[in-house]
């Protein structure tokens, strides 16, 4: 079977560098695929790209999703992966600064399977991240894979 693989979605390389430092941190052995905007995330998940074998590309086990994204933001990233039948199922976690009411209720309106609010500081950061990181790749049981 395949490393399960994450994507992660962020365009600050702060948050990049600590979600990565967390990822690490917690000892779950992980590839993490980093999109630094919302077109590169479409692309990846999206895209015609194939592997070396002529297979599709293996999706993503987590997409991990910030909203306020350059080129296409967030909520429009999370509109087209529950548009697809390829990538409908994927399990999307939005991890973003934003407290707005709206985007709270834009990214579950549009299928987020969670949304957290990224904490301020890094222990709790890293916290959070290491807690999703054992649920949606330890504990939950995803849908079958389908490319």
Known sequence: MDKKIILLV???ADD???????LSKSNI???VIVARDGAEALEYLLGSEESGDGRPRQLPELVLLDLKLPKVDGLEVLRKIRSEDRTKLLPVVVLTSSDEEPDLLASYRLGANSYIRKPVDFSSFADAVRQLQLYWLVLNQGPPRRG
């Open 16 to 22: 990049e560098a600590l979600t990565l430092r967390s």
């Open 10 to 12: 962020e365009d600050n």
């Open 29 to 31: 052995a992980n590839d």
